[in-house]
């Protein structure tokens, strides 16, 4: 007790010291701006701001990252919300039910329900990665290449349920969005595949212009090419200002509760991600509802179940940092490689030699929840207002937000032209009424689940045994079943009460 006290103590030297109290909000403030910018993705935030902490003291420097991560999931909620505009791939799943939201005029509540499940689930994630770093590193190292493949798997039946009634449209478009991710070149062969001699397409499409050209630029496309619903400020109800009552945050705890231990969990497994651990909490939480048929509507419980899910994925990602040495993600992966530079190695030996920092750096992530209440407690006036904007101002405004963030991801005027065709494809998804969702989600899982299938293979010597080798992977399996039973016996209900 004694030692733990003065390892505390020592922390709290490391940490309060007016570097690092600048830091923690400098970080989240550049986080959120970035974030808040189509385009501009967390971890890719946490790379531009690296060269700049060279010189910073290790503390100092690890706190201003963390920030910069975590405001940057958080902000990308905002544009999601206002603008239908998700500002990284984490903050898509809350376009389905926040720009609805705006439209009915209650893009306050939308943005207050973003920020009070951001910033609990951040509570959990730091949490768990303070009580249970050890335990789920371990759970992490369970997850090979069939286990992954079963989550994955089960995964894309839980996200077909996100079409609702539309079970066969959503199949169709989470199957394009499968197709979609298989160009480029093979990742274990290098041979090229539906590239047709486009040498930008053999590193396959960017996630990002995609993302921003389905949502963004479809909408605005969308009123161009269909006059009955042209963009007029009438169309449009501004901010009325209400707040999220007590009532309406009580009744969605549960949500976000869940959707918060959904994303610690996820996160801590290398290579999930935020987008991901999103859409399987939004995805559950629609299926278990009693209000299902609002969500994809403007319900407050969709936001709340993906943003408390893709905030929890932050701090458990750096778990198989601290206790392995493996980076649990991208923007983990950019502020190891920080670790590395100020001469810290993580692992198993940096609680031994190091565990003051350890400590200081968890102080400062739980401070960090803290301020960045606070930041979005005093932004949401200014954004909720962001909506008044009028019609002939804002969309070219968007618009041009949309251009600079497709350019931006990685400087190539081929993504340019990959938003817009994904813009008029938002537009037939919308004529043909097929949803957009399971379509960018079977995208964005598509190469972890080819890539697992692979593995599980190799290493199996080619045998289907392998997929089921372990207890996590035929639990996966199990519950996949499950949802194939579920789902079709809620499409077989209404034929049953009818005969009857």
Sequence with gaps: MEA??????????????????????????????????????????TALVLPFTFFMPTVTALLLLLGVYKGGIYGGSIPAIL?????????????????PLTRQGKSRKALDMALYASV???????????????????????????ETFALVFFALFVVASISGDQLGRGVITL???????????????????????????????????????LFALSEIFY??????????????????????TRSEFMANFPVIVKGSLIGTVLGA????????AAFFSYSEARRKSRNSALFGKGSLEGIAAAESANNGVCSSSFIPVLALGIPGGTAAAVIMGAFI????????????????????LYLGLML?????????????????????????????????MCFFGGYAAKGDTFDIQVMVLAGLLGVVFRLLKLPPAPFLIGFILGPLLENAFRDTLLQGGGSLASFFSSWLALGFWAMSALSVFLIGRTRLRPHDSAGG
Excluded at 189 to 212: M, Q, Y
């Design 368 to 400: 960090g929840s803290v301020v960045l209440l606070a930041i979005g407690l005093v932004g949401v006036r200014l954004f909720a207002r962001m909506v008044d904007v009028p019609s002939g101002i804002l969309f070219p405004s968007v618009t041009v």
């Design 83 to 99: 603008f239908n505009t998700p500002g990284t791939v984490a903050a898509s799943c809350s376009t389905l039910d926040g720009y």
């Design 341 to 360: 530079i100020h001469g810290v190695t993580p692992g198993p030996l940096l609680f031994r030699e190091q565990l003051d920092l350890v400590y200081a």
């Design 4 to 45: 733990l006290l003065q390892t505390t103590q020592a922390a709290g030297t490391l940490l309060f010291t007016p570097a690092n109290l600048a830091a923690i909000p400098a970080g989240l403030l550049i986080g959120v701006l970035i974030g808040a910018l189509p385009g501009m993705s967390a971890p890719m935030g």
């Design 175 to 213: 199957l394009l969005g499968l197709l979609l991710a298989t160009i480029g070149s093979d990742a274990y062969f290098g041979s090229e595949r539906f590239a047709f001699g486009t040498i930008p397409l053999l590193s396959g499409i960017s996630v990002l212009p995609l993302l921003v050209g």
């Design 269 to 276: 497994i290398p290579g999930i991600g935020a987008a991901p």
């Design 120 to 146: 609990f689930a951040d509570v959990v994630s730091n949490g768990a990665l303070i009580l249970f770093t050890g335990s789920l590193a371990r759970l992490a190292l369970e997850f090979g290449a069939a």
């Design 223 to 244: 009123r161009l090419l269909v006059p009955a619903h042209a963009g007029t400020d009438e169309d449009r109800n501004p901010a009325t200002g209400q707040h999220l």
